[in-house]
Structures are given as structure tokens and as C-alpha cells.
């Protein structure tokens, strides 16, 4: 009987670090998600067949008709009777629909002029008044010692001032002192013990003691190792830290660009337009060659543009203020940024991404280290009721009892695991591990999918923007010279086919303008995957051809002299100045 009292307290011991099955719980958890089916309905009503009543059952009520759907003004015109219509002179009718009443500017009258010419002519100026000036692009100050920041120097100036840098570095020496803390082995307790004499009168012995708690099972070993993985963890939490603010610096520093280029092109073209409709007010229309309403459809466009050109100078001063927060600064004025937009790009290689990525983010590398944690932590839960020693050691001295002398005590102390072998700690540090144990394949599931959305706009802009320099600017730029070129042989040519070159040119520029900013943003979305300290580290620095500058176009010819001067007859014109080896030149020889 005593020897089954023995055995007892050992079986205990031995039972306290068993598993608990918690991985085959979760395995089977899933095995039986897996197993439940989902979304089947679309799959049976594809394999069977359902017959769709053709008349509504006796209970239900018919729905109210539905009002048919709105007709379009000329369709609408061409239903209604035939004493609605205006009939012409021949007797025809002749359709002349209304601009409804719900249209802005409907309220705008008709254009009649005069018939006298130089009321008309009044009229027309009056109508079609000179456009203000445009608005000054903001001019911005220069950076320290008189250069533009460039963009290192912006990174420095974020890593200075941004709070989260500072946040992760103190979670870098919090994870420092709880290693520390781990490591510490536990202190000694020291005291007085006195105990009184058998009869309560004097005291019986008194001295000093010494109490020490000695860890057993590597217990001290194991929890370091874990603090150490909270280290390992923090330090990569500093560095994607330092690669987040990065990463906005970088978007907010291209953004600034883009802005900038975006008012230096749309300045350019809100002057190209002005001068279409100025030279069409002057010349075609003071010449009689126009209708009273083509310079309308001019000057909708030059507001326009106006209109695009004043929203890229508030969206360049509030790009820069994006930036200064992006530094962690407050406030910062206008300041030259050095770059451009057109300069280099950098072309990366997928596979090359993708390898780097997954050997080296800091996600991929935290997830491996929580892993390892959670190994430490279940080896932990195991162990922890493996029993630590309790060793007192007392040095008294007897004052009741002759001869008084000093006596020496020892004791050592073991806790009994009898009821608490930390059952529920190891079970939910296993299923701890089994979660730890998928995190990495998740990780790199969803480092994947953020590579492969980042880079398929990466390639989309990237084609996009070779097609754009490569073939559908200079196309472009060719039709509008031949337009031009045309107009010089030919006055009698149509203004709309001039007008709609410059329109095409203006609207592929800004295009092309958009792309480039796309691009730089799918840039450094690559580049945000992989957290290099350069965004031309892994990849191939190309140089890109900068925009067009419009300004440098062939200025729009002056009609005047294409005219017939007062006074001429209708066949009688200036001749047109021949230009050598242009389009004119060898249609005139021809």
C-alpha cells in the first residue's frame, strides 16, 4: 500500500506534460467545414430544369404596371402629332426639338445679330469679349543652401520626425527589458525568524534566514528564448516601420511631381486654346468665314482647360502639404522638389520580386519567429508543473536552554502537482502552435496577391506608357502638323478639322501625364512589397522621353492673310508664303 502511494506522486509528474490533442480537434474542425457544402443553389438550378408559370396563381395579386421608361427629345419629337411640327416654305416639316427646361443653361437666349454689319460686328464683341488672364502658377521657394530637396533628403527629414518610428523604437527596447526579465533568475528572500520558548516567557531561538527558489526544467531557458522572439519581432516591426513611412514619403514626393508637371502642361494648354479661340475671333469670324456660334464651342473649351488648369494648381499646393505631413512636420512652405516625373523609371522583374519578397518581408520573417515563440510557449506550458525547489536555510541562536548556542536549519520544499497539472495552459498553447503553425503559409498567400495586384497595374501603366511615347503622341503631333500644313495650302479647309487636332493633342497629353503618375504609384506599391532602402535596388533604371512641350508646337496661323482685302473680288487672295520642304511646298510643285 505504501509502495501505490509512492508511485502516485511519480505518475502524476510524468502525466502533467502529455498532450491534449488540440492540432487533430483543429485538423478535424476544418476537415468538416471543408466537407459542408456551399453555394449549391446555382448548381441545381442549372441541372434541373424549372418551369416558369406563364400565368400568376389565383392568390397573388397582379403587380401595377410599370410606367414606361422616358423618351429622348428628338424621339419624343419625332412621335408626337404632326401639327406639332413646324412646317418649312415646301411644305416639309421641319424638326426643331427644345432643350428641356431641367438642362442647366437652358436659359441662354438665341444668338441674333443685327443685319446692319457694324452693329453685328458690335454685337460680336460684345458677346465675345476677351478672356482674362490666366491665373500665376505659385511660385515655389528654394530648399536649404538654395537646392531643391531631393528625395533622400526628404526620407531623412521623415525618419527625424515621425512619431511611429519613435513608437516602434521604444517597443524595440520594451521587448529588450522583457528579455532582460526573463533571463533574471529570482531573488533570495532574507529575514528575522524568531520562535518563542516552550512556555511563552522568553524567546526561544532567533537568527537570521535565507530563502531561494531554484527553477528547474529550463524554465528560465524557455521563457528567454520566448522574450528573445518578442525582440526579433519588435526589431522587424522597426523596420516596417521605417519602410511604411518611406513608402509615403515616396507617394507624396511623386504626387508633388505629377502636380507640378500637370500645371506646367495645362498652363500650356489653357494658352494654346486661348489662342485658338482669339485667332478664330479675329480672323475667321471678323472675316465673315464663320457662323456667330463656332467661337461658343472655342471658348466652352478654353474654360475649360482654364478650369483643369486651375484644379492642378490646388492640386500641386495641396499635394506639398500631403508631403510636409508625410515628413511629420506641421507646417512647411512651398518648396522646389528636384526631379522629374519623365526622368527614370525603374523596370522590375516579377520572378526577382517575388523571391525577395518572400525571403525577406518582414511579415514572412515575423510570422516564422511567432512560430517558434509558440514552440517555446507549449514546451513552457508542459513543463511549468514540473515542481521548483524551495531551499531555507536559518542560522539561530537558542537564548532559553542552556548552553545558548547556535544552531543551523535547512529546509527544502517541493510542490506536489496532485490537482493543477496546467491542463487548460497546454491545451491552448498547442492550439496557440497549430495557429502559428499556418501564419507563415498565410502570409506568403497574401504577400502574393498584394505583389500581383501591384505589379499587374505596374505592367498595365508600364505598356501603356510605352505606347503612348512610342506611337500615339508622335502620331499625334504628325496629324496636327498636317492639319496645320494643310490649312496653309487650303484656307477654305474646314476650322473644325484644325480645332479637333488640338483638342486630341491635349486631351493624349494629359493622358500621358496620368499614366506616368499611375505608373509611379504601381512603382512604388512594388517597391512597398519589397522594403528596400531604393527603389532602383532590384530593378533596371530606363530613361523615359518627357513630355511634349506644346509651347514648342507650330504656332496657329493668323487667317488675315488668307482673306480677301477690302475691296477684292471674291477670286483674288494674298498668296500664302511657301515654306521649303513642308507638305504646302510639294503640293505647290506638284
Not at 505596374?458 to 492639319?483: C, H, M, T, W
Request: hydrophobic share 40%; aromatic share 8%; net charge neutral.
Amino acid at each position: 500500500m505504501a509502495r501505490r502511494w509512492m508511485l502516485l506522486p511519480l505518475a502524476t509528474l510524468f502525466a502533467s506534460g502529455c498532450l491534449y490533442h488540440a492540432r487533430e480537434r483543429a485538423d478535424a474542425t476544418v476537415c468538416a467545414l471543408a466537407a459542408q457544402p456551399y453555394d449549391l443553389l446555382p448548381m441545381q438550378a442549372a441541372a434541373t430544369k424549372v418551369d416558369v408559370p406563364t400565368t400568376l396563381p389565383p392568390t397573388v395579386e397582379k403587380a401595377p404596371a410599370i410606367p414606361p421608361a422616358a423618351l429622348d427629345v428628338q424621339t419624343t419629337a419625332y412621335m408626337q402629332p404632326s401639327d406639332q411640327l413646324e412646317k418649312t416654305p415646301q411644305g416639309k416639316q421641319r424638326l426643331e426639338p427644345k432643350i428641356p427646361a431641367e438642362v442647366p443653361g437652358s436659359e441662354t437666349p438665341l444668338l441674333k445679330l443685327p443685319k446692319d454689319k457694324e452693329a453685328a460686328q458690335r454685337e460680336l464683341k460684345r458677346i465675345y469679349p476677351e478672356l482674362p488672364s490666366l491665373a500665376e502658377a505659385p511660385a515655389a521657394l528654394p530648399g536649404p543652401d538654395g537646392q531643391p530637396y531631393a528625395l533622400a533628403a526628404l526620407q531623412q527629414l521623415a525618419a527625424a520626425n515621425s512619431p511611429t518610428l519613435r513608437q516602434a523604437a521604444a517597443d524595440v527596447e520594451t521587448a529588450r527589458g522583457n528579455l532582460v526579465q526573463a533571463r533574471a533568475y529570482p531573488n533570495p528572500t532574507v529575514g528575522w525568524q524568531v520562535q518563542p520558548s516552550n512556555d511563552g516567557s522568553t524567546a526561544g531561538v532567533q537568527g537570521p534566514f535565507v530563502d531561494q527558489t531554484i527553477k528547474f526544467g529550463g524554465k528560465l531557458k524557455l521563457a528567454s528564448a520566448a522574450a528573445e522572439m518578442d525582440l526579433r519581432n519588435a526589431e522587424l516591426a522597426l523596420r516596417r516601420a521605417r519602410s511604411d513611412v518611406s513608402t509615403a514619403v515616396r507617394n507624396a514626393y511623386y504626387s508633388v511631381l505629377v502636380a507640378k508637371e500637370t500645371v506646367r502642361v495645362n498652363q500650356a494648354l489653357a494658352r494654346f486654346t486661348d489662342q485658338i479661340y482669339r485667332l478664330h475671333i479675329e480672323g475667321q469670324l471678323g472675316a465673315g468665314a464663320a457662323a456667330p456660334y463656332e467661337p461658343s464651342a472655342l471658348r466652352a473649351q478654353a474654360y475649360a482647360t482654364r478650369l483643369a488648369y486651375n484644379q492642378s494648381i490646388q492640386a500641386y499646393v495641396y499635394s506639398w502639404k500631403q508631403l510636409v505631413a508625410a515628413l511629420g512636420l506641421r507646417q512647411l512652405p512651398l518648396t522646389q522638389v528636384a526631379g522629374r516625373i519623365d526622368a527614370v523609371i525603374p523596370y522590375y522583374d516579377y520572378d526577382t520580386v517575388l523571391a525577395y519578397a518572400l525571403a525577406n518581408h518582414t511579415d514572412v520573417l515575423t510570422a516564422r519567429n511567432t512560430l517558434q515563440k509558440a514552440r517555446y510557449t507549449l514546451k513552457i506550458a508542459q513543463i511549468s508543473p514540473y515542481p521548483d525547489v524551495d531551499f531555507n536555510v536559518a542560522f539561530l541562536k537558542e537564548y532559553a536552554l542552556a548552553p545558548k548556542q547556535f544552531v543551523h536549519t535547512a529546509t527544502i520544499g517541493v510542490p506536489l502537482p496532485v490537482w493543477d497539472h496546467n491542463k487548460g495552459g497546454i491545451i491552448a498553447a498547442e492550439a496557440a502552435l497549430v495557429r502559428a503553425t499556418e501564419e507563415p503559409h498565410r502570409v506568403e498567400e497574401n504577400l502574393v496577391n498584394s505583389l500581383a495586384t501591384a505589379y499587374t497595374g505596374y505592367k498595365s501603366n508600364l505598356d501603356a506608357l510605352e505606347y503612348y511615347r512610342r506611337f500615339i503622341l508622335p502620331d499625334q503631333v504628325r496629324y496636327y502638323r498636317g492639319v496645320f500644313d494643310r490649312r496653309q495650302i487650303d484656307p477654305n479647309a474646314a476650322f473644325g478639322d484644325l480645332v479637333q487636332a488640338q483638342q486630341t493633342l491635349a486631351a493624349n497629353v494629359s493622358s500621358y501625364l496620368g499614366i506616368l503618375g499611375s505608373l509611379w504609384s504601381s512603382v512604388v506599391s512594388v517597391a512597398d512589397v519589397l522594403q528596400t532602402d531604393d527603389l532602383f535596388q532590384l530593378a533596371q533604371p530606363r530613361e523615359v522621353p518627357a513630355l511634349p512641350d506644346l509651347d514648342q508646337l507650330i504656332p496657329w496661323p493668323c487667317c488675315h492673310e488668307c482673306t480677301s482685302p477690302p475691296g477684292a473680288s471674291s477670286d483674288q487672295t494674298l498668296p500664302v508664303p511657301r515654306r521649303e520642304g513642308s507638305p504646302a511646298q510639294a503640293v505647290r510643285d506638284k
